[in-house]
């Protein structure tokens, strides 16, 4: 079974930048979607950005035009580069993808202004 390690997170003021890694044990390769999602305290986890086999990727619109997803097959890994982070960013950040994999601890983000 897969198991994923996310990794990046930390704490940055306001209009700064983080990027996230995911890391698989095993080969990404075939899964239909990669997917960031986060969870702030007392929300329900929220799907962030994900990119398809094909190469297309959706975002959230509160992240659009300062979130970008990649992913290396190479590396099994994947990337959530985020830019002009905002407060309401913060959350503990997963990763999984299409089939769903086991979740992993996740990484914190904590936005301060």
């Known amino acids: 079974q897969v198991q994923l390690v996310e990794s990046g997170g930390g704490l940055v003021q306001a209009g700064g930048s983080l990027n996230l890694t995911c890391t698989a044990s095993s080969s990404i390769i075939n899964f239909k979607t990669l997917d960031w999602y986060r969870q702030a305290p007392g929300k329900q986890r929220e799907l962030v950005a994900y990119i398809a086999r094909s190469g297309f990727t959706y975002y959230v619109d509160s992240v659009k035009g300062r979130f970008t997803i990649a992913g290396n097959n190479d590396k099994n890994t994947m990337y959530l580069q985020m830019n002009f982070l905002k407060p309401e960013d913060s959350a503990v950040y997963y990763c999984?993808?299409?089939?769903?994999?086991?979740w992993g601890q996740g990484t914190q983000v904590t936005v301060v202004s």
């Open positions: 999984n993808g299409d089939p769903e994999m086991p």
